[in-house]
Structure formats: structure tokens, C-alpha cells
Nanobody, 124 residues
Framework: QVQVVESGGGLVQAGGSLSLSCVAS????????VGWFRHAPGKEREFVAG????????NYADSVKGRFTISRDNTKNTVYLRMNNLRPEDTAVYYC????WGPGHALLEGYSYWGQGTQVTVSS
């Protein structure tokens, strides 16, 4: 069956960096767009970044542009999210999700497979 697993979360001070990884198995990975979303307490789950199935399209939420970078390595069935200059408001559970032939868009409903999430906590 399809499995999507996030890793790399943790506790970091404001201004620091973290790299998240998302590994998918049980699917033909290079046919899937992957999106990163986050869910903070008391807020709706929101889009963070997405990369298209081809890797040529990348989208970012305005709140993370210039600080976060999404990339993929199809040889490892992995998508990465490099997060620099982290802020306390970036604190959330981060999820990745896969979308067949997708463009890496921001719509939650378009993603078929979701991971369990990894906690990112940024202290001030």
C-alpha cells in the first residue's frame, strides 16, 4: 500500500534552520506532485510549498517565500523542504501529501495520500 512518511522536525530557535524529508512508497513516485502543508493549533491546515510531478513547477505560500525551498530527488522517492530563518509563527505540524500528475498546487482536496506529520517548534 501507499505510505508517505515525514521526518526531520524538531525544536529550533528563531532564525535557525531545519530540513524536512518526505519519503513515499507504494506508488510511482515520479508521477506525483508533492505538497507540504502545516497545521498550527487553533488554525486551519495551510499550504506551505508544492513541487509538480515533473519537478519543473514549484509553488510557495507568501509567508515562506524566500525562506523555504522545496526540492525532489526521484531516485530516492523523496521530497525535501529546507526551512531557513525560521520564525515562531512557523511552529506547526508539517505534513506532506502526494497528488497524481499534479502541479504542486495549494488545494488540500487535490492530494490523495498524506503522511502522519512531523512537529516543528520554533522558540523565540
Amino acid at each position: 500500500q501507499v505510505q508517505v512518511v515525514e521526518s526531520g522536525g524538531g525544536l529550533v530557535q528563531a532564525g535557525g534552520s531545519l530540513s524536512l524529508s518526505c519519503v513515499a512508497s507504494g506508488l510511482v513516485f515520479d508521477r506525483y506532485a508533492v505538497g507540504w502543508f502545516r497545521h498550527a493549533p487553533g488554525k486551519e491546515r495551510e499550504f506551505v510549498a508544492g513541487v509538480s510531478w515533473s519537478g519543473s513547477g514549484k509553488n510557495y505560500a507568501d509567508s515562506v517565500k524566500g525562506r523555504f525551498t522545496i526540492s525532489r530527488d526521484n531516485t530516492k522517492n523523496t521530497v525535501y523542504l529546507r526551512m531557513n530563518n525560521l520564525r515562531p509563527e512557523d511552529t506547526a505540524v508539517y505534513y506532506c501529501a502526494a497528488d497524481l500528475w499534479g502541479p504542486g498546487h495549494a488545494l488540500l482536496e487535490g492530494y490523495s495520500y498524506w503522511g502522519q506529520g512531523t512537529q516543528v517548534t520554533v522558540s523565540s
